[in-house]
């Protein structure tokens, strides 16, 4: 296989990783807001939590964007 | 059509000096920093300069993002966490400011250069490494032994909590750079549908409503995606240096 094309399409398979990344934060937000109903009082303290929940998370779709990042530009 | 890429390309403005054959130029990257540093610096000054009992509009907006901060910093870090409160402060306001002025059409964002945040990432990175050895000495390495571990998954989890301290750095500025770099990317590629669709006559205009819609929409996104951006990076500084403060798990 022609080296370029393999490079880009390692760069695409790579950012599948993203929509795992993406079922976490959606999982993260889904749970607060389902909380947030139940309990409105308590939702207003957990808001660093979540934005944390949320940083961590997005963190792993980030690494395979990166990937991507690495394999179109930088190798 | 213009490149959607070329919004982000590194103008020289004007020649400063120059070093062992590299030249060293004013860049529009130096000046929209410049930009920045100065109207944060006119926000602050110019909105608590009168220190009126009832706050005006500009004292107003000063007060509430000095309050949000400190809030911010003491309830993940603690009080003395408020030591690091210039710190924390000084990395929310220039990201958020930074980030407003690059939604204007025609300027440029500091912050989708992933050397600007990368630099700001590694200072708060080598903060929380010298102020927590300065801190506790060697107990700082307590931080990469949680309690309560059974002895023979400790070395695992050792090499876990080692790795995912060293990637911090790489998540914490890859993170504003990718969501900076991709929401200004989605606006100028949609923002082009708009005059490639007006170009086609009566009927491409009527149909360049639509992702004209599209683009206001989705500045309101970007309005909330740069605020948003510069609350993680602030939260995401304190909770590391939480760990310099608080080694202990």
């Known amino acids: 296989m022609d080296p370029v094309a393999a490079k880009y399409i390692g760069a695409g398979i790579a950012c599948i990783g993203m929509g795992g990344a993406g079922v976490g934060v959606g999982a993260i937000f889904g749970n607060y807001l389902a909380a947030a109903l139940r ?13 944390f929940g949320f940083a961590v998370t997005e963190a792993l779709g980030i690494f395979s964007l990166l990937i991507a990042l690495l394999l179109l530009f930088a190798l | ?81 408020m030591r690091f409160f ?57 931080l990469f032994v949680p309690h309560g571990i059974p002895i023979y998954i400790l070395p695992l989890i050792v090499f876990i909590e080692v790795l995912s301290f060293l990637s911090r750095p790489i998540s914490h500025s890859v993170r504003l750079f990718a969501n900076m770099l991709a929401g200004h990317i989605t606006l100028k590629v949609f923002a082009g549908f708009v005059t490639l669709l007006g170009g086609l006559g009566i009927a491409g205009v ?24 510069a609350y993680v990076f602030a939260i995401l500084t304190c909770i590391y240096l939480n760990d310099a403060i608080h080694p202990g798990h």
């Open chain 2, 86 to 142: 210039p710190l924390v402060f000084t990395l929310f306001m220039f990201i958020l400011v930074a980030n407003m002025i690059g939604l204007v059409p025609g300027t440029f964002t500091v912050t989708s250069h992933i050397v600007v945040t990368a630099s700001l990432a590694l200072l708060v990175f080598f903060t929380v490494i010298f102020y927590g050895l300065y801190k506790h000495g060697l107990g700082f390495f307590r």
């Open chain 2, 206 to 229: 009527i149909g360049a409503a639509l992702p004209l819609i599209l683009v206001v929409a989705l500045t309101a996104l970007e309005l909330l995606v740069a605020f948003l951006q």
């Open chain 1, 39 to 51: 309990n409105p009082s308590a939702a207003q303290g957990q808001f660093g939590n979540l934005i």
């Open chain 2, 1 to 81: 059509m213009a490149d959607p890429i070329s919004q982000f390309e590194i103008k020289n403005l004007v020649k400063i000096a120059e070093i062992g054959g590299s030249e060293i130029h004013f860049t529009n990257s130096a000046l929209f920093m410049a930009i920045t540093v100065v109207g944060i610096w006119a926000l602050l000054v110019g909105g608590t300069s009168a220190r009126a009992l009832i706050p005006g509009r500009l004292q107003s907006i000063a007060e509430l993002s000095y309050e949000f901060v400190a809030n911010t910093i003491q309830s993940t870090a603690g009080k003395e966490g």
